[in-house]
């Protein structure tokens, strides 16, 4: 959902622009108009082998809170896209910090809420965020053992780092 | 670039509720306040597997033109992306058809150009469009032989739609 206010909405376009700057392809949902009646999530990123559906909430408050609905949207726009769902939140003067969905606190209305020390303690900050996506070289596999082994190669074949024909020949 | 005519507005919300339909996961660029200066494509389509940006453009006339500028903005988004690039282009009475940006004619000046006639007879209209995509089912999966059964699974899990635990108990 679009931020409705103006320093919300200045905090998106830096996370969009710091994203940019990170080497992702960035879009983000328009204010009104996304012509379905479908809940877009506030940004969509790639990189080329990972693709983020980011709820963005920026807020001088803690602690920020979600709604069920927004965070179902989220996951469902996300998982139909083929992107990983993530909830960006920024306190002020403070970072972005991400998390995953399934890792924010429910609160017994259904909604979600993170705190600042939560988010500072166990959010993932922006580079790691951005730096997520590693690649997993060929050594790095050859050492672990059998079962570690298929599961790096699978697992590199989910992140596209491996072509299907690469890692039919390493099985 | 958005279109800035109501009726191409309107075509192009078209096209995105016929996405969602066919089940992708639609984006479309916000008309301005795109926060970076690049330009974006008109709309980002996603369906787990397959990733789409599209510059849509729809017209009374023939033929239609793109700018040389619009295609390279494109290109550039969907490669830095992880999407394909495509141009749609849809004359009054006449459905959306599709083209890669490298199969446009490009005119002396550097700009592209698609006539009504080659769009039908030589653009992907939007049933083979949207239906480049199908999900294998398990059932599928195991009358192959292993080779094929491998690859299958390996193409499941870099699709997202197998987990890689689902994939280690498969092997």
């Known amino acids: 959902m679009a931020n409705p206010n103006a320093k919300g909405d200045r905090r998106e376009r830096e996370l969009v622009t710091a994203l940019d ?25 790639g990189d080329g082998e990972t693709f983020y559906a980011i709820e963005a909430k920026s807020s001088a408050g803690d602690p920020i809170y979600l709604s069920g609905e ?32 399934g890792d924010l606190y429910e609160t017994d209305g ?6 600042k020390e939560t988010a500072l303690a166990e959010g993932t900050d922006f580079a790691e965020f951005t730096g997520e996506s590693r690649k997993v070289t060929l050594e790095e596999i050859s050492v672990r053992s059998e079962a570690d082994n298929k599961r790096e190669i699978l697992e590199a074949v989910k992140r596209g780092d491996l072509s299907v024909d690469e890692a039919l020949e390493m099985f």
């Open 21 to 45: 700057e990170a080497g992702f392809a960035v879009m983000r949902a328009p204010a009104s108009g996304s012509a379905t009646e479908r809940e877009l999530p506030d940004v969509l990123a």
């Open 110 to 115: 259904g909604n979600y809420r993170v705190k």
């Open 70 to 101: 927004e965070i179902e949207a989220l996951v469902y726009f996300a998982r139909n896209f083929g992107a990983k769902p993530r909830v960006g939140v920024r306190f002020d003067r403070e970072e972005w910090y991400f998390f995953h969905p």
